[in-house]
């Protein structure tokens, strides 16, 4: 059973930090490219980031770049969304998901694993 679970959301100031986590387990992790997409109320869901199976390649929206920082630990099943300097327009419920992809993809169609979610709740 493949199992994709986030934490690490919260509230926040604008300018805060938060770095959000998500372990699988049921997966080959090393043969998993990884994604963080995010879906604010009444928007459709939107690419954050994401990162190849072996780490050396990561993308980024335009709206996160140099802010946020995806990276992976491949011996604890686990990818990390660093994330700086954070905005109002950053709220939203953080999604992680995981395909068996030499690639790295923006759309959240080329996923087929995903987890339930965490909240972001940046205040202005």
């Known amino acids: 059973q493949v199992q994709l679970v986030e934490s690490g959301g919260g509230l926040v100031q604008a300018g805060d930090s938060l770095r959000l986590s998500c372990t699988t387990s049921?997966?080959?992790?090393?043969?998993?490219?990884m994604g963080w997409f995010r879906q604010a109320p009444g928007n459709e869901r939107e690419f954050v980031a994401a990162v190849t199976r072996g780490g050396s390649l990561t993308d980024y929206a335009d709206s996160v770049k140099g802010r946020f920082t995806f990276s992976r630990d491949n011996a604890k099943n686990t990818v990390y969304l660093q994330m700086n300097s954070l905005k109002a327009d950053d709220t939203a419920v953080y999604y992680c998901?995981?395909?068996?992809?030499?690639?790295?993809?923006?759309?959240?169609?080329?996923?087929?694993?995903w987890g339930q979610g965490t909240q972001v709740t940046v205040s202005s």
């Open positions: 049921g997966l080959t992790f090393s043969r998993c490219a």
């Open positions: 998901a995981a395909d068996y992809t030499t690639g790295i993809y923006r759309t959240s169609f080329s996923y087929d694993y």
